[in-house]
């Protein structure tokens, strides 16, 4: 699990603290706070998650890297054609598939 920030206590009994995530996920993100006392114990607030809308023009590749498949979702916000090019760790390449991407189209193979 990823630290989104740190935040050194200030002392006292009530205290404000914040952090920004600069590079939300699109979707669902879950977020909680891990409190570390003085004397080394952990603490853990319960889970919160927010909804962040997804970009209009983006791509996702789900399984990565791949044993024997992989999902690629493109999300446009208009039809267009592409070429997607699948290439090994040495740069070869290994398939090539023409398509045309409608809004939140999700191909696998």
């Given at each position: 699990m990823d630290s989104l920030a740190a935040?050194?206590?200030?002392?006292?009994?009530?205290?404000?603290?914040s952090a920004?995530?600069?590079?939300?996920?699109?979707?669902?993100?879950?977020?909680?706070?891990?409190?570390?006392?003085?004397?080394?114990?952990?603490?853990?607030?319960?889970v919160r998650s927010i909804s962040f809308a997804e970009p209009e023009n983006s791509f996702h590749l789900h399984l990565n890297p791949a044993d024997k498949y992989t999902t690629l979702k493109i999300n446009s916000s208009a039809p267009a054609n592409a070429t997607i090019d699948l290439?090994?760790?040495?740069?070869?390449?290994?398939?090539?598939k023409?398509?045309?991407?409608?809004?939140g189209k999700t191909l696998s193979g």
């Open positions: 935040v050194t206590a200030t002392g006292g009994i009530v205290t404000s603290y920004c995530d600069a590079s939300p996920l699109g979707g669902i993100s879950y977020y909680r706070i891990k409190l570390v006392f003085d004397n080394g114990a952990t603490q853990y607030s319960e290439f090994d760790n040495n740069g070869r390449l290994l398939s090539r023409m398509l045309t991407s409608s809004q």
